[in-house]
T-cell receptor
Framework: EAGVAQSPRYKIIEKRQSVAFWCNPISGHATLYWYQQILGQGPKLLIQFQNNGVVDDSQLPKDRFSAERLKGVDSTLKIQPAKLEDSAVYLC?????????????FGQGTRLTVV | TQLLEQSPQFLSIQEGENLTVYCNSSSVFSSLQWYRQEPGEGPVLLVTVVTGGEVKKLKRLTFQFGDARKDSSLHITAAQPGDTGLYLCAGERGGNKLVFGAGTILRVKS
């Protein structure tokens, strides 16, 4: 079974520029998550989709971040304009319910450096 | 404030030593998961604990879920250099929501 695919792996941009990340979840997984992980910290949830609907985006900085999952499969996360503090690894994960538990499968992430 | 507090933040030990990592919260979770993350990779699920008081073993790793389902521990026996990584606990709340702790960085020296 193919895992969660993310691209690009690395991105370096200047502050105030825009950037977009792409994620293709595991086939059949209804839930898709975007997490931000700053170096040395745990992942922080930015947005959670259930199929193509948003379940939780309470921690998404909506003035600069946006995400979509139009067909309920792959997803894009955009930052416009980027700030220095946005430098982090952006992780995409997907899950499907197994019984009553959620098991999330993560991609390798996109490492963003804002200079 | 972190919903899940992990301790210690960093642990450096010699090969063969035992260690315990803790994950604590004031909130109740329907399940608690432990992940391990290596540099440049995404977290990989190690185990899910569901029932209060549950103990699960994975080779040299022992996971325990607190009776009240608010805390958990991970114990590693005879640590090896291959155990080096970032250990993350994640609590599940309703609607497939996963909340992560800040993680414990483990370094095992040979």
């Amino acid at each position: 079974e193919a895992g969660v695919a993310q691209s690009p792996r690395y991105k370096i941009i200047e502050k105030r520029q825009s950037v977009a990340f792409w994620c293709n979840p595991i086939s059949g997984h209804a839930t898709l998550y975007w997490y931000q992980q700053i170096l040395g910290q745990g992942p922080k949830l930015l947005i959670q989709f259930q199929n193509n609907g948003v379940v939780d985006d309470s921690q998404l900085p909506k003035d600069r971040f946006s995400a979509e999952r139009l067909k309920g499969v792959d997803s894009t996360l955009k930052i416009q304009p980027a700030k220095l503090e946005d430098s982090a690894v952006y992780l995409c994960a997907s899950s499907n319910l197994h019984g009553v538990n959620t098991e999330a499968f993560f991609g390798q992430g996109t490492r963003l450096t804002v200079v | 404030t972190q919903l899940l507090e992990q301790s210690p933040q960093f642990l450096s030990i010699q090969e063969g030593e035992n260690l315990t990592v803790y994950c604590n919260s004031s909130s109740v979770f329907s399940s608690l998961q432990w992940y391990r993350q290596e540099p440049g990779e995404g977290p990989v699920l190690l185990v899910t604990v569901v029932t209060g008081g549950e103990v699960k073993k994975l080779k040299r790793l022992t996971f325990q879920f607190g009776d009240a389902r608010k805390d958990s521990s991970l114990h590693i026996t005879a640590a090896q250099p291959g155990d080096t990584g970032l250990y993350l606990c994640a609590g599940e709340r309703g609607g497939n929501k996963l909340v992560f702790g800040a993680g414990t960085i483990l370094r095992v020296k040979s």
